[in-house]
């Protein structure tokens, strides 16, 4: 029996739809840049003191596109929205990539809203050093291709081996142009975000990033850690772009270890 199910939030005369699972704790994820994978070897093991509350990104197929929404910063702010009429803030966070973007412009723009907050391998701070992997230049194969270091670890081929169904082609393509329509200039970063994290504080933070990341360079945890320098880091060795699949024992290890912290 499945651990999870879909249930829809309506919030401002939109229809979000929402994966909900688990059970204890509220936790609340958001999925990356390509979109929500699917319930995980990880989701399974936190699900057993946490309750998930997923959002599936408004114009990624599920969700229909909010047209007002034209940047990452309009797209906490309608999070933020559904957060409190859902009455679930302060609420733990995990956000991946383009997800954690949003969390950080959420938690910029109202630290009340998580009480805990664990982004992995962030978007939304120009880097240090280095640069953002342009996924939108390439095809959608060398864009997946590229979020891991090894291509044969199971959980990456159950996402997303095999041949691409037309279903699954056009549900990354969705992700993609509205991917491209609220982040493409600066690409995948806001330059004032980092200003205005500066003033947040008293939420608990982690920073995780797997070493082989050919997405998101070390340089953009650099930067986070510049602007919240409370935030812890750990980093997951051999581990590209989705340490939770690739080592999901660790990061496990490593979620468990800071939201019960």
């Not at 999870?4 to 840049?33: C, F, I, N, Q, Y």
């Not at 998930?52 to 969700?63: E, H, N």
């Not at 859902?86 to 412009?105: C, H, N, Q, T």
Request: glycine fraction near 10%; hydrophobic fraction near 45%; include cysteine.
């Amino acid at each position: 029996m499945a651990n999870w199910s879909e249930e829809t939030v309506s919030v401002g005369g939109t229809d979000l739809v929402v994966v909900k699972g688990g059970a204890g704790r509220p936790l609340l994820m958001l999925h990356d840049e390509l979109g929500y994978p699917g319930w995980m070897t990880w989701n399974e093991a936190l699900a057993e003191d946490h309750e998930f509350r997923i959002p599936l990104q408004p114009g990624f197929g599920k969700t229909p596109r909010l047209e007002w929404i034209r940047s990452y910063r309009d797209l906490g702010g309608f999070y933020a929205r559904v957060l409190r009429e859902i009455r679930l803030s302060p609420i733990d966070v995990i956000a991946f990539s383009a997800g954690g973007y949003i969390a950080a412009e959420m938690i910029a723009s109202d630290p009340s809203l998580f009480s805990r907050m664990m982004l992995v391998a962030p978007m939304g701070l120009k880097p240090v050093e280095g640069e953002i992997f342009d996924f939108l230049a390439v095809t959608i194969r060398t864009a997946v291709l590229q979020t891991v270091e090894d291509s044969e670890t199971p959980e990456f081929g159950r996402i997303y081996g095999g041949e691409m169904t037309p279903e699954q082609f056009e549900l990354f393509e969705d992700a993609r142009t509205e991917t491209a329509r609220i982040g493409w200039e600066p690409f995948m970063y806001n330059p004032s975000l980092g200003h205005l994290l500066e003033g947040v504080t008293g939420v608990p933070t982690q920073l995780v990033w797997g070493d082989k990341d050919a997405v998101v360079p070390r340089g953009c945890i650099e930067a986070y850690q510049k602007a919240m320098p409370s935030a812890t880091v750990v980093e997951i060795p051999g581990a590209g772009h989705r340490p939770e699949i690739e080592n999901a024992e660790a990061f496990v290890q490593a979620a468990r270890a800071f939201l019960t912290a």
